[in-house]
């Protein structure tokens, strides 16, 4: 399921054959919380931004519309037009940031809902089911996710619970797999590494999950608090005990240089909001660094957003227009800002990619480390 292609340093090009396509990896995954992204953008217009992977929400959706609902529409692919790998966050996430809305069981989590306050109950058999119903390529194991700083009796605690709810995650989802009536019968399962920032805690826990053969392994609990050279010490602390031979997963990161940080260390897939949410505030990358489209230099600047970008927003639209749409509150700022940035993401894992085909990737890391966080 994984073809690891070759190595510079800890950096990986390879390749993730999944039943709904291969993924050429490092690769990005647009963020789709309830089947949308959020900016306007439909399936249809990842196709023209280089996208790869959609990655939707397991608890937004089991909210809205229901997994039952999506699951009488065909699944995700179906319902919401498409046709490449899809990833489906666990609901694990929200047992972090819901944490004035939740009650941790050893059974699971018990929830009120964000949006009406009725009561919701997710364990690991549930959140199986959900996402079986939802029929997402790859489907993440439950699990607790920690805010840093973590105290380390309850980290413990917490990863011996997390491990548990996996072994129970692996035999429902292996249950469902084998049903007349599921879509995806070939569903995979992701494991979550957790642990805080403790390496002692993060290495057992990498050892006792690995044991497992899942189709693949995500390192969870980061950019939740930790300094980014944290982040990195505990990627550095894991990845030697991650198999080498299944895709490796690093959660909810992050900016362009903690991409590049990431890959340097060892990681495959990555996945954030942040693209497409500080491109709805205005906030544009770029290769030479970050813009802030609010800017008055802006107002008759002809150029496109980024000179080396061949976007189709970059090819046909000029600052001083997207400037003016968003002083103007307009839909289509917020839409054109959201298609530039999932566009750089994704091409600047391509080129990623391409440097580790022509043994260049040291040289392009060097390169761009200390200009793609510069604020233009």
């Known amino acids: 399921m994984f073809k690891l292609i070759k190595t510079e340093g800890n950096a990986r090009r390879g390749e993730f054959i999944t039943p709904h396509g291969t993924v050429q990896t490092?690769?990005?995954?647009?963020?789709?919380?309830?089947?949308?992204?959020?900016?306007?953008?439909?399936?249809?217009?990842?196709?023209?931004?280089?996208?790869?992977?959609?990655?939707?929400?397991?608890?937004?959706?089991?909210?809205?519309?229901g997994n039952a609902v999506v699951k009488q529409m065909g699944g995700l692919h179906k319902f919401t037009r498409w046709d490449g790998p899809i990833l489906t966050d666990s609901g694990g996430f929200q047992v972090f940031s819901?944490?004035?809305?939740?009650?941790?069981?050893?059974?699971?989590?018990?929830?009120?809902?964000?949006?009406?306050?009725?009561?919701?109950?997710?364990?690991?058999?549930?959140?199986?089911?959900?996402?079986s119903d939802l029929a997402s390529t790859i489907a993440m194991a439950f699990d607790e996710c920690i805010e840093n700083p973590a105290q380390y009796d309850y980290t413990k605690k917490s990863c011996d619970r997390t491990y548990r709810w996996l072994v129970r995650c692996k035999k429902e989802i292996d249950r469902l797999n084998s049903l007349d009536t599921t879509i995806n019968k070939k569903q995979m399962l992701f494991g979550i590494n957790q642990g805080s920032t403790f390496a002692d805690l993060r290495i057992e826990h990498m050892k006792k999950i690995a044991e497992l053969g899942l189709d693949g392994y995500a390192i969870g609990g980061l950019a939740v608090g930790e300094t980014a050279d944290e982040m990195y010490e505990t990627i550095c602390a894991v990845e030697p005990y991650m198999p080498k031979d299944?895709?490796?997963?690093?959660?909810?990161?992050?900016?362009?240089?903690?991409?590049?940080?990431?890959?340097?260390?060892?990681?495959?897939?990555?996945?954030?909001?942040?693209?497409?949410?500080?491109?709805?505030?205005?906030h544009i990358f770029t290769i030479n660094g970050i813009r802030n489209m609010f800017n008055a230099k802006y107002e008759?600047?002809?150029?496109?957003l980024d000179e080396e970008c061949n976007c189709p927003v970059c090819k046909n639209f000029s600052r001083a227009y997207i400037h003016h749409l968003y002083k103007s509150n307009?839909?289509?700022?917020?839409?054109?800002?959201?298609?530039?940035?999932l566009y750089f993401y994704?091409?600047?894992?391509?080129?990623?990619?391409?440097?580790?085909?022509?043994?260049g990737f040291e040289a392009f890391y060097k390169k761009y480390v200390n200009t793609l966080g510069n604020r233009i």
């Open 26 to 65: 490092p690769a990005f995954m647009n963020v789709a919380t309830c089947g949308a992204i959020k900016g306007g953008l439909s399936a249809f217009d990842l196709k023209d931004i280089h996208c790869q992977v959609q990655l939707c929400n397991t608890y937004h959706l089991h909210l809205r519309p």
């Open 98 to 131: 819901l944490s004035k809305l939740r009650k941790i069981e050893e059974e699971g989590v018990y929830f009120a809902s964000h949006i009406d306050g009725h009561r919701i109950f997710m364990g690991p058999e549930q959140s199986m089911q959900i996402q």
């Open 246 to 282: 299944k895709i490796r997963y690093l959660m909810g990161v992050g900016t362009p240089v903690n991409i590049l940080e990431s890959v340097k260390r060892g990681v495959d897939l990555f996945d954030c909001v942040m693209p497409s949410r500080n491109a709805r505030h205005g």
């Open 300 to 304: 008759i600047d002809d150029r496109p």
């Open 330 to 341: 307009e839909m289509l700022g917020m839409r054109l800002g959201v298609m530039h940035n």
């Open 346 to 359: 994704n091409t600047l894992l391509e080129r990623i990619r391409d440097a580790l085909d022509n043994n």
